[in-house]
């Protein structure tokens, strides 16, 4: 069911771990849910991120978009990073089934409000990044097969 | 090891080969309608007459009383909407228990759009029925009692025998989906005042597409699928004859085979349940240790997600199944385990494994040496796991 992309990332994923003083955390999701996405970011002076680690409680998509999410941001701008939508998570990894669409929205999501967090610590103010929900599934409706 | 290691008898069964040698005649030679009235159908007739007795057999019941049908999910559609349709002068009460298979639920729920209506009893922690609670749930207007005989995914056994005698002080009909329990565990509809069953045949090693429902002399039902007069007028449709055969097969083997079964189950049950609790930390076992299928192992995992679990286990050829919702691809984790109190993160990292007469005890060892590593890797990568260990610090 899942592309072999998908896979790769979720048997060998890419940034697993902590950094210790990272410039921004953002934890995403609920375990109620089924999955919870953490993402740290060490961000240079010159606003890139040098550095970034993730750890998931999910499905085999959930580690996945957060593997393939840590690749796309890493080296990047801040500007550059919230570029880094869902749906460019998704294509990276050649797609994802329907009812795992959820999980690239957990990934964006999770850079966000390590972005978020970063700008509090910072005390500034990210252009276009707005305050990350706390709770990526709130809003979504719960469906019934 | 490159074999695959299949621990998912629970989902269905190989079929036995001896069951395949016993279908095989009456896809070939064997072909006419058992309706017509040439001597070379009633050859197919008599066939049908032996494995109707083999399954009856398995139950205590007389063939008579064994109606064939596509499978478990038409047996308790049939059981459930045609008491409620017979019996709506009696009244439009059914209990249920709330860990039901979907079979019996999702039949539930549009009997419930159609004035129907039903009391889901709660079970305990094991996933035991509370019977004092389903005795206070009947009203003059209960027609019917359905709880399954075994759990499909934790595997409690339920107390059928009580149940069935509450049924019958209330004389109330009681139906019970058996379909993990025919054939594995003894069952007699008589001592048990079972009025109505439900089973299928690919759970105990014969075809799919095949199954059972039960039905007590004397206990008027309609028919379910209208047509011809097959099956004594109460399940229209040319025989699947080729399947009925291999059900008969199946159920005479299952009840000959069941207690040397039961015996090497459980010890490769107890096995992998002993290894995985002493050898992995912060794990729990869902449903009932003692009133359990000899074939069922379901176990929590705290801190890690089920469906990661069978992927990572998949690649070592290891079949198995979850609670995760995940694998369900809706929101929610099994509602058995929620009906049992467990949490959604713990139901979220739960695991099935369901044993067979052909596993050995050294897949055993290395599919809980595969577990132990799995769940370890997937612990190293879990949020929840990192905050529990800094808090214990």
């Known amino acids: 069911m899942y592309s072999q992309k998908v896979m790769d990332h979720f048997t060998n994923p890419r940034n697993v771990g902590e950094i210790e003083n990272a410039s921004g955390v953002g934890t995403v999701g609920n375990a109620k849910c089924g999955d919870i996405m953490r993402m740290y970011l060490d961000i240079d002076d010159n606003g890139v991120i040098r550095d970034v680690k993730f750890k998931t409680f999910g499905c085999g998509a959930a580690v996945a978009t957060s593997s393939m999410a840590t690749e796309l941001v890493k080296g990047k701008t801040i500007q550059e990073a919230l570029k880094v939508t869902n749906k460019a998570v998704m294509e990276a990894l050649d797609g994802l089934p329907s009812v795992k669409v959820h999980c690239s929205l957990l990934a964006e999501e999770a850079i966000h409000a390590a972005l978020w967090d970063y700008a509090e610590k910072k005390g500034i103010k990210i252009e276009g990044l707005d305050k990350p929900k706390s709770d990526i599934h709130e809003d979504e409706e719960q469906e019934e097969d | ?69 596509g499978g478990g999910t038409e047996a308790d559609n049939w059981a459930l909407k045609a008491v409620a349709e017979v019996y709506a002068s009696k009244g439009n009460h059914i209990i249920t228990s709330k860990i039901e298979h979907h079979a019996i639920l999702h039949t539930c729920e549009y009997l419930e759009k159609n004035g129907v209506e039903v009391t889901y009893i709660d079970v305990d922690e094991n996933g035991i029925i509370k019977l004092d609670q389903l005795e206070r749930a009947i009203r003059p207007t209960t027609i019917l009692i359905s709880v399954m005989f075994a759990n499909n995914e934790i595997g409690t056994i339920q107390p059928i ?16 989906d058996a379909v ?111 009133r359990r299928l000899p074939n069922n192992v379901n176990v929590s995992f705290q801190f890690i997600e089920g469906e990661s679990l069978l992927i990572m286990l998949d690649m070592n050829n290891i079949c198995a199944s979850s609670g995760s919702a995940c694998t369900s691809g809706s929101l929610d984790p099994s509602h058995v385990l929620l009906a049992i109190g467990l949490p959604h993160e713990i139901a979220h990292g739960s695991l099935r494994l369901t044993v067979g007469h052909e596993n050995t005890e050294e897949e055993i060892n290395f599919t809980v040496d595969r577990i132990k590593e799995i769940v370890e890797k997937l612990r190293r990568m879990s949020p929840l796991y990192e905050d529990f260990m800094k808090k214990k610090q």
């Open chain 2, 1 to 69: 090891m490159e074999k695959k290691i299949y621990l998912d008898n629970a989902a269905t069964t190989k079929t036995r080969p001896e069951v395949v040698e016993a279908m095989l005649p009456y896809f070939t030679e064997l072909y006419g309608n058992p309706s017509s009235i040439y001597e070379f159908s009633a050859q197919v007739k008599r066939g049908i007459d032996e494995a109707r007795a083999k399954v009856a057999k398995v139950i205590g019941a007389e063939s008579s009383e064994i109606f064939f049908t």
């Open chain 2, 161 to 176: 025998k009580e149940i069935g005698a509450i049924a019958k002080k209330h004389d109330i009909l009681f139906h019970t």
């Open chain 2, 180 to 290: 993990q329990a025919f054939g594995q565990v003894p069952i007699d509809v008589n001592e048990m005042n079972i009025d109505m069953l439900s089973a299928s045949a690919h759970k105990l090693n014969g075809p799919k597409g095949i199954g059972c429902l039960y039905i007590r002399k004397g206990i008027k039902l309609r028919s379910f699928i209208h047509g011809g007069g097959q099956e004594r007028k109460r399940r229209a449709g040319t025989e699947n004859v080729p399947g009925i055969i291999g059900f008969g097969k199946a159920a005479e083997i299952a009840l000959e085979t069941m207690e040397e079964r039961a015996r090497k189950e459980i010890r490769l049950r107890d096995l992998l349940m002993k290894r995985i609790l002493d050898e992995i930390p912060f794990v729990r076992v869902n449903g009932d240790k003692v």
